[in-house]
T-cell receptor, first 110, second 112 residues
Framework: DTAVSQTPKYLVTQMGNDKSIKCEQN?????MYWYKQDSKKFLKIMFS???????INETVPNRFSPKSPDKAHLNLHINSLELGDSAVYFC?????????FGPGTRLTVL | QKEVEQDPGPLSVPEGAIVSLNCTYS??????FMWYRQYSRKGPELLMY????GNKEDGRFTAQVDKSSKYISLFIRDSQPSDSATYLC????????????FGSGTRLSIRP
């Protein structure tokens, strides 16, 4: 079974739309993360939740809103999508320092 | 200056060669040093990690940390085409204890 899973795997949408990406982990970890990876492969942290509480909130437009209904789930909602939001979004989880990543969601904004 | 610097490559070597991948960093508080491997269109996969200085070996892979020079390396012996991927170094510690800072990744290609 996949340890960290994300849905959908691919997302193609028009500028201005609102979309959500879901993440689930079955590792029993307390902390979950959202990262954005651009076309140059640079992996940048966006948010982190520990036991449903937001602990990292990097400089991200407030069109991006994470939600953690429980410690096994972390969703990312994006309002008013822009061309520059096109990237691969990775969810990760950790118990301590080491992080384990999901397969990614490739978002393309047209 | 970025906290973590990594040569993006691409690096292309023949099968069987020894590969050396490197990162430098500026934050002396970093204590955890990791290497992730990322295949095309997949998520990063934790390959190796070390705490503080020293070497760690796992099969064909060796990770080295030199805190005095703020320099880390990953060596791959007897490289295989299946090692072709992007390798990302990553670090955490000090005020960045709750998050990992990644290098930009080195794209490695092993030619059969």
């Amino acid at each position: 079974d996949t340890a960290v899973s994300q849905t959908p795997k691919y997302l193609v949408t028009q500028m201005g739309n609102d979309k959500s990406i879901k993440c689930e982990q079955n590792l029993g970890h307390d902390t979950m993360y959202w990262y954005k990876q651009d076309s140059k492969k640079f992996l940048k942290i966006m948010f982190s939740y520990n036991n449903k509480e937001l602990i990292i909130n990097e400089t991200v437009p407030n069109r991006f809103s994470p939600k953690s209904p429980d410690k096994a789930h972390l969703n990312l909602h994006i309002n008013s999508l822009e061309l520059g939001d096109s990237a691969v979004y990775f969810c990760a989880s950790s118990q301590g320092t080491l992080q384990f990543f999901g397969p990614g969601t490739r978002l393309t904004v047209l | 200056q970025k906290e973590v610097e990594q040569d993006p490559g691409p690096l292309s070597v023949p099968e069987g060669a020894i590969v050396s991948l490197n990162c430098t960093y500026s934050n002396s508080a970093f204590q955890y040093f990791m290497w992730y491997r990322q295949y095309s269109r997949k998520g990063p996969e934790l390959l190796m990690y070390t705490y503080s200085s020293g070497n760690k070996e796992d099969g064909r892979f060796t990770a080295q940390v030199d805190k005095s020079s703020k320099y880390i390396s990953l060596f791959i012996r007897d490289s295989q085409p299946s090692d072709s991927a992007t390798y990302l170094c990553a670090m955490s510690g000090g005020s960045s204890a709750s998050k990992i800072i990644f290098g930009s990744g080195t794209r490695l290609s092993i030619r059969p």
